[in-house]
């Protein structure tokens, strides 16, 4: 079973930078789109980034001008840079992969925005 890997959370102050990359362990073919998504404890995953394989990207209201979205389709990963982070950033953040054989999901990894 292809798992996607995710890496890049962490611990960072307000205004700093992270870069999150998703990759898959094995290979998907045929992949369209690929995305960003959080979650906070209490509250429903959030879309924040959606990129097609043409490079289209699409981004929630909270995060544009901030956030850019941004794929390697020779290595099917895809990453997300975030810049001018907020604390109300924290969130674990989910990558997404759609492709002819189905949808994939990561494990999540951890992104903390304090002070």
């Known amino acids: 079973q292809v798992q996607l890997v995710e890496s890049g959370g962490g611990l960072v102050q307000p205004g700093g930078s992270l870069r999150l990359s998703c990759a898959p362990s094995?290979?998907?073919?045929?992949?369209?789109?690929m995305g960003w998504y959080r979650q906070v404890p209490g509250k429903e995953r959030e879309l924040v980034a959606t990129i097609s394989r043409f490079g289209m990207s699409n981004y929630a209201e909270f995060v544009k001008g901030r956030f850019t979205i941004s794929r390697d389709n020779a290595r099917s990963t895809v990453y997300l840079q975030m810049n001018s982070l907020k604390p109300e950033d924290t969130a674990v953040y989910f990558c997404?992969?759609?492709?002819?054989?189905?949808?994939?999901w990561g494990q999540g990894t951890q992104v903390t925005v304090s002070s």
């Open positions: 997404n992969v759609r492709a002819n054989s189905g949808g994939y």
């Open positions: 094995g290979s998907i073919f045929s992949i369209n789109d």
